[in-house]
């Protein structure tokens, strides 16, 4: 099989999960499209190390390390998005807004 | 004991110092160390003049080099001769009498500490210009002296007068200094060093470089000794304490100007240019200052007047080369001068006004300050035997002997100053001391009384050396002269019998007309008669409206002006920098929305655009 066929595919995994973490609400399906990205550049790690025959397997390694790093990250990840879910009620993250920058409320002082 | 006259500035220095910083908890009080360091400085000159008449005409430098400057090497140093001795004996006593006198004058000022210290510091920076051995020695004792009248001329600062006085005077010699220091540069650069021995000795004029230089160093002295057109300082210093305007008229600042020209005067003498100069700003000076004391109703304005009509004598003798004349008439003024400042302040403490028009009849209630005051004026009006007559009819004896335009007019307009003065002495006296007193009369009037012990004794000390300063000439071999060591080119003094007996006959016969004036009205002012001529006079010939229309109101303009541009031009555009960033920090903010999903696409649009932007480049 030609290395491209496997660069297309992760190419079109890696733009699956890019649409779903700008474009889903889920905070769930968002952990879910970051997945997606970090197993599209796996399976290129893996085409790689097939094409160039590497001897030590480095891009296997590295795929092996990239899944432990998710597997700890969607552990975090879902931890979170219960904390959130529990003092929320929600997990939209177009409603989780606590963040944004607004006008301070205009402040009186007492002293004067 | 020459080598000991570093001495003299050094004590009254180490005096200031020490009053100032600890002078409130040694027991006595600050008024201690000013006293102890002004007595000990007086010793000091003592010894000083004993050494300069033991050997006279005898020149004695003692100096260390100190700093290279621009080539040369600075030294510092003393040096003492006659005129050095005798001046430094003259600003120790005055500036004695005037520490002791103001114990009682400022007792109860809640700054008399820093007073104190001021007037010792006065006293050293004056005493740094006569030993001066350095003409940047001598500046820094110059400058020293503009600081001093500026911190004691505000003394009173809480009150506006004061301190618009206190900044005149200081601005006004400002003014003139500045031409002093390029002066003294110029000199020092054609002599080849700044030593004031060297700088006697240089070559004569070449290419008007010393005219210059000459012309240069009167604009300092014009400033300080309070001549035409820098004069308008001194009547207004008035503002300031009277022991002060003693101090200041009698033995330092206006002194210094006169000193300055006697100490270097060979160089005056290569430059005729600047004595023709000095005696022209004398002229108008003299006269028009007495005729300006005429109609003032202040006591200490009169004075201050009069400082400066006596100052322009002592500067016209200068010009006609009767430099032991006007040296000696310096010594003279610094004597009555104090001596009538003492006076007024002891009047002016008792009666609580400066206005003459609300004095009157005091000699019952302060004998003692009333027959001071009367040597005085008699030694100002130049009445013989005081001492005041033999010092100015030996400059009108010089400009005689000089001749020529020059001499014709100081010897003309000085015997006119002669009559004007007798008539402004003798209504000072009338107004103050005779009649019957035209201040307040119901509970307002305040308790009249001599003034104590410790402001008449001083008084009566420079009463005495009024009629003793009349001894040197008087006993006939000169030993002003002796002890001075004229520099060459001057006339030696000598008493004309002819020229006394003229004087004394125009002013007596000039106080006798003011005083058959006040017999027809003894409360009225006797120069009323005057009539219209009397607005002018009390304008001061307009002088200072002049200077407000031509110099302050324009520089005021200019000032608001540049202030304008300040607040309008550059703050704007520094403030509009901020606001700038405000407003473009204002728009930012609206993308920090919250919302962690347009931040991710702003991300992924710049990486796209980054890696597009570079394939493209790199392709190119």
New interface residues.
Partial sequence: MHLSMALLLSALLFGVG?YG???RRNAIALLMAVELMLNAANLDLVAFDAWFKDTLHAGQVFALFVVVVAAAEVGVGLAIVLAVFRLRETVA??E??????VDPPVRVDVDQ | MTHLAWLLPALPALAAVVGLFVGARIPGGPAVPAIVGGGGAFVVSLLVLGAAEGSPRAVHESVTPWTPIGGQTLHVGTRVDGLVAVVAVMVCVVALLVQVYSTAYMAGDPRYSVYAAEVSLFTAAMLLVVVASNLFELLVGWELMGLCSYLLIGHYWQTEGARDAAVKAFVTTRFGDAAFVVGIIVLGVHAGSFDISRVLAAPGARGGVLTAGAVLLLGGVVGKSAQFPLHVWLPDAMAGPTPISALIHAATMVAAGIFVVARLYPVFVAAPVSLTVLGIIACVTMLGAALVALAEDDLKRVLAWSTVSQLAYMAAGLAVRGWTASIYHLLTHAAFKALLFLAAGSVLRTVGTNLMSQMGGLRRAMPVTFVTAIVGAATLAGLPPFAGAFSKDGILDAARERGGALGSAVYVVGLMTVVVTAAYVTRLILRTFFGDYRGATDGARPRLHESPLVMTVPLVVLAAASILLDQPILSGNSHVARWLAAPAGTAAPHLGVGGVALSTALVLVSAGAVFALWRRDPAADPLAVLGPVRRPLAAAFGVDAFYDRVVIRPLHALANAVLRADDQGLDAAVEGSGATATGVGGGLRRLQNGNVQAYASGLVIAVVALVVGVSLAVVR
């Avoid at chain 1, 989780?96 to 920058?101: G, K, N, S, V």
């Fill in positions: 890019v973490v700008l474009a993250v177009d989780l807004r606590q963040l944004a920058d």
